[in-house]
């Protein structure tokens, strides 16, 4: 859990510093095969990278591609200096994004759109548009960024750039939970150009999901608000603001609000395509061409 006090905020955001040699070595963050933590309280000035193309600028890379870990997608969260940000923010043309503002002030330039961003608002970035991104404002300005390789879908369009606000997109409540779990989503699921969505979930306090959840998507979360216990594969965690979890696709979860404060993350899943027959490979298989007898 992490050990930053709770705020009036409602997005939390790494805030980074270092530890006195006072601190205990013996962390809470945790690294399997069928999950991961990574604590707020990790995320500390040492741990950050530099990334090519940004300028006064530094992020925590919670997620990446690799051998026993995310597989399909990467996760940053990012701090932009005041003044800084990027004019070639992405280095994958088949890359989409999803940027998620948890404080500060933002310009994104979207094609020839010109869009000011705040604390709450969500914008969705085609692979190959054309966009920069820049802090205008007079504090910090941290987002939370997933980035995905398109996967296209056969004779469909891919899907358009979007932004919206939190409060522009309503709860959906769960049956059957007296609208204690609930869903903000972003993207519409019966949209099948879509290969990933981006949720808000939220737990009033004592809110649960109720039974242990195993399914293809694989998911990385990171903590908005509130504390819970989450069941990762067959341990319980305590999770609070700015923790992140990475689960592989079919790692049992569940999770307890605990507090007296909604618990609130923001999910990444893979959706809306066949899981590749090819070890690594994400997407459909293509049929080889025929040979000759």
Request: with cysteine; charged share 20%; glycine share 8%.
């Amino acid at each position: 859990m992490s050990d930053f006090p709770l705020k009036d905020e409602p997005y939390a955001y790494p805030e980074g510093g270092h530890v006195d040699q006072a601190g205990n070595p013996e962390g809470t963050a945790i690294f399997t095969p069928a999950y991961a933590v990574l604590p707020g309280h990790t995320m500390r000035d040492i741990v950050t990278s530099f990334l090519p193309g940004w300028v006064n600028t530094r992020a925590w890379i919670l997620a990446r591609p690799m051998t026993g870990f995310a597989e399909t997608f990467a996760q940053y969260a990012v701090e932009v200096a005041p003044g800084g940000g990027s004019h070639e923010p992405e280095p994958d043309v088949e890359a989409q994004a999803v940027i998620f503002i948890q404080r500060g002030e933002a310009r994104l330039t979207l094609g020839r759109a010109n869009i000011e961003l705040r604390a709450g608002h969500l914008a969705y970035i085609p692979a190959s548009a054309v966009w920069t991104l820049w802090n205008t404002g007079d504090d910090y300005l941290n987002f939370l960024w997933i980035r995905k390789r398109y996967e296209p879908l056969p004779g469909q369009q891919p899907p358009e750039a979007k932004v919206l606000h939190e409060t522009d997109v309503p709860r959906s409540p769960m049956p059957d939970c007296d609208g204690r779990w609930a869903t903000q989503r972003f993207f519409d699921p019966f949209d099948l150009r879509h290969d990933f969505h981006v949720n808000i979930v939220t737990f009033q306090p004592g809110g649960r999901i109720p039974f242990a959840e195993t399914h293809v998507m694989e998911h990385g979360l990171y903590v908005l608000e509130g504390r819970a216990r989450y069941l990762l594969n067959t341990d319980w965690v305590e999770v609070g603001p700015g923790d992140f979890m990475w689960l592989r696709a079919f790692c049992p979860q569940a999770c307890i609000a605990v507090g007296d404060r909604p618990f609130r993350y923001l999910l990444y899943k893979d959706v809306n395509r066949h899981p590749s027959l090819a070890l690594g490979k994400p997407g459909a298989i293509r049929r080889p061409p025929m040979q000759p007898e």
